[in-house]
DNA sequence: CAAATTGATACTAATATAATATCATATTAA
DNA sequence: TTAATATGATATTATATTAGTATCAATTTG
């Protein structure tokens, strides 16, 4: 079962390339599609949605295109993958409250939970500036 | 995103009713179906995995049906998980070889798969028996 | 004003998950 | 012995999620 999806590994490429070319600043989609080889309105609605989430300026019109808003020194992975998968549920559907009446004291829930945690801390550590 | 599927749900949920009822011993999967109302289908199918993964024993014909094979004591969540979902891949498709040309140096790789097994390890921890 | 670019959104395709149906085989009890 | 009742195996259908495409509107710039 793949933890990542295809919109998480594709948004950091994206990213990655944009950190490393530092001088060019501006990548229009179409550029960004060619050099990364990610099908180019694919790549659009990711973008768009790193934009949405303010990791991206975007510049409207010819010679447009979208550059970093931040250093990825600040961007963990955890970010990027809540932005295109949202949150990892571990407890989720577990026995549908069949075992636990009381999900406050639920031993089982507890201990799920903090599983969870020490997984999202990790990934909340891993910054993509170290990636470049 | 859900981490576990209903298949998993389902057979934990099958599997605390079959060691709460030691006295019954053997189940039909009708019976089982109707006591938690999961599909009977749907059920058949998971306690035929159950059976080919040893957890379960199978008596075919007239009052047959399904019992523990095993105490639930020596069952783990990770173990149910594996069975119906297969292994969590947390560094599957991240980057597709494009900034990890070698795989054993990449740091990335490492960081996440050390993530992947504090998970496992502690999803092993929890053992069945203890939610009875 | 024309060309190039993103914004928004609707649509289609592929894959994975959930659920159902059915025929074959084995067992048991009348 | 045989009819009823189970599971074994497997094929099929339905639904949801993920992946990818298309398009029109709005904006910018040369």
Redo the contacts between chains.
């Keep these: 079962?793949?933890?990542?999806k295809?919109h998480?590994?594709y948004a950091?490429?994206a990213l990655?390339v944009l950190a490393k070319n530092k001088s060019k600043k501006i990548f229009s989609v179409a550029e960004l599609a060619k050099t990364?080889k990610i099908p180019y309105q694919f790549l659009r609605g990711i973008l768009q949605h790193l934009h949405k989430h303010k990791l991206l300026k975007a510049y409207k019109g010819k010679n447009g295109g979208f550059s970093l808003a931040t250093s990825l020194d600040n961007v963990s992975l955890l970010s990027i993958i809540r932005i295109f998968?949202?949150?990892?549920?571990?407890?989720?559907?577990?026995?549908?409250k069949?075992?636990c009446p009381n999900i406050n004291r639920c031993?089982?829930r507890k201990?799920?939970k903090?599983?969870e945690s020490?997984?999202l801390e990790?990934?909340e550590k891993?910054k993509l500036g170290?990636?470049i």
Tied chains: 1, 2.
Excluded: S
């Excluded at 079962?1 to 990542?4: A, F, R, S, T």
């Design positions: 079962m793949k933890l990542l295809r998480t590994d950091i490429i990655l990364t998968q949202g949150e990892f549920k571990l407890n989720e559907c577990l026995f549908r069949m075992v031993v089982l201990r799920l903090k599983i020490y997984f990790e990934l891993i170290e990636l």
